[in-house]
């Protein structure tokens, strides 16, 4: 199993980027699919977006075209790139793996292992 550590959250203004990170422990993080779920106070868990081991992508519509994951193999880090912000967009954003997982998966449950979150929040 891997263990997941998140950062690159803050406060930033509508309309600017932010920078999310994921860093994963153990040595098969290449097996793993990985993805970024969030949730905004009063809310439930919703998916944001998903990377397979081979890098294929799936996005939720929210953020489509905003949003971009990455992974680096190498630095065993899962990254998520998010332009054009909302205040919509505020939330704790998780960083969720699964060993060979399917980024098709939406639902919460569908993943194993979860990090702590880091907090975004954006003003208007």
């Known amino acids: 199993q891997v263990q997941l550590v998140e950062s690159g959250g803050g406060l930033v203004q509508a309309g600017d980027s932010l920078r999310l990170s994921c860093v994963a422990s153990?040595?098969?993080?290449?097996?793993?699919?990985m993805a970024w779920f969030r949730q905004a106070p009063g809310r439930e868990r919703e998916f944001v977006a998903a990377?397979?081991?081979?890098?294929?992508?799936n996005y939720a519509d929210s953020v489509k075209g905003r949003f971009t994951i990455a992974r680096d193999n190498a630095e065993k880090t899962v990254y998520l790139q998010m332009n054009s912000l909302k205040p919509e967009d505020t939330a704790v954003y998780y960083c969720?793996?699964?060993?060979?997982?399917?980024?098709?998966?939406?639902?919460?449950?569908?993943?194993?292992?979860w990090g702590k979150g880091t907090l975004v929040t954006v003003s208007s």
């Open positions: 990377i397979s081991w081979s890098g294929i992508t």
């Open positions: 153990g040595r098969t993080f290449s097996n793993y699919a």
């Open positions: 969720a793996a699964d060993r060979w997982g399917n980024v098709a998966a939406v639902a919460s449950g569908t993943w194993s292992t």
